[in-house]
C-alpha cells in the first residue's frame, strides 16, 4: 500500500540556517505529494502542495519540488525563523480512486535565536 | 461554518466508558475525514466519509470504534469500552471533493483532546 517515510526529529537549527527535511514515499499510480504544518497550540494546515511529476510547490518561502524518479518530496527553505518553528507533515494522496491522506510521522523542528 | 468545528476540545472519560466525539465539517464540503494523533506519533488514518457513505473504513483500530455522517454534514465518531491506549487527539477534516480531485485540499480541525483514566 502507499505510505510516506520522512525524517525523524527534532531537527534544531539556528536562525536563518538552511532547513531540509527529507520526505520518500511509496505510492502505485499518481500520487498528489503535501506538506502540511502544525505551529504550537493550533490545527493541521497545509503548507504546500504538488500534484504531478516536476511540479514545485512553495509557500512562505518554503519549496518541495515532485521527483518521480527518486519518489521524493523533499521540504527545504533557505533562511528559517524562528516563527518556523512547528511540526512539519508529507503526505501523499493516492490516484483518482484513492480518496485517502496518508501522513508521515511529523518533523519537529526547532529555531533557535 | 468558517472552518472545521470539533466538540468536545478535550475530553477525560473513565476506562470502559463510551465516548462521542463530534465533527461539523466546513459548509458544502462533501469528503469527511477521521484521524488519530497520539502523542509522539504521527497521523493515523481512521475512517473516510463521501457524503453519509464510507468506502474507506479501514484504518479503524477494532469494532469498539465506529463513525456515521448523516445529512452529508455532521460525523460522529463513537468509542466503546473505553481503553488506555484511545487517549489521543482525534482529528477531523474536510474537503470540497474526493478522490476524483487529485490536489485537493482537506482542512483540519483543532481536534478532541481524549483521555482516558
Known amino acids: 500500500g502507499n505510505s510516506v517515510t520522512q525524517m525523524e526529529g527534532p531537527v534544531t537549527l539556528s536562525e536563518e540556517a538552511f532547513l531540509t527535511i527529507n520526505c520518500t514515499y511509496t505510492a502505485t499510480g499518481y500520487p498528489s505529494l503535501f506538506w502540511y504544518v502544525q505551529y504550537p497550540g493550533e490545527g493541521l494546515q497545509l503548507l504546500l502542495k504538488?500534484?504531478?511529476?516536476?511540479d514545485k510547490g512553495s509557500n512562505k518561502g518554503f519549496e518541495a519540488t515532485y521527483r518521480k524518479e527518486t519518489t521524493s518530496f523533499h521540504l527545504e527553505k533557505g533562511s528559517v525563523q524562528v516563527s518556523d518553528s512547528a511540526v512539519y507533515f508529507c503526505a501523499l494522496k493516492g490516484g483518482v480512486r484513492d480518496d485517502k491522506i496518508i501522513f508521515g510521522k511529523g518533523t519537529r523542528l526547532h529555531i533557535l535565536p | 461554518g468558517a472552518g472545521v468545528s470539533q466538540s468536545p476540545s478535550n475530553k477525560v472519560t473513565e476506562k470502559g466508558k463510551d465516548v462521542e466525539l463530534r465533527c461539523d465539517p466546513i459548509s458544502g464540503h462533501t469528503a469527511l475525514y477521521w484521524y488519530r494523533q497520539s502523542l509522539g506519533q504521527g497521523l493515523e488514518f481512521l475512517i473516510y466519509?463521501?457524503?453519509?457513505?464510507?468506502?474507506?473504513k479501514s484504518g479503524l483500530p477494532s469494532d469498539r470504534f465506529s463513525a456515521e455522517r448523516t445529512g452529508g454534514s455532521v460525523s460522529t465518531l463513537t468509542i466503546q469500552r473505553t481503553q488506555q491506549e484511545d487517549s489521543a487527539v482525534y482529528l477531523c477534516a474536510s474537503s470540497s471533493h474526493g478522490g476524483q480531485f487529485p490536489g485537493n485540499t482537506i482542512y483540519f480541525g483543532e481536534g478532541s483532546w481524549l483521555t482516558v483514566v
Open positions: 504538488a500534484t504531478k511529476a516536476d
Open positions: 466519509f463521501q457524503g453519509n457513505s464510507a468506502p474507506d
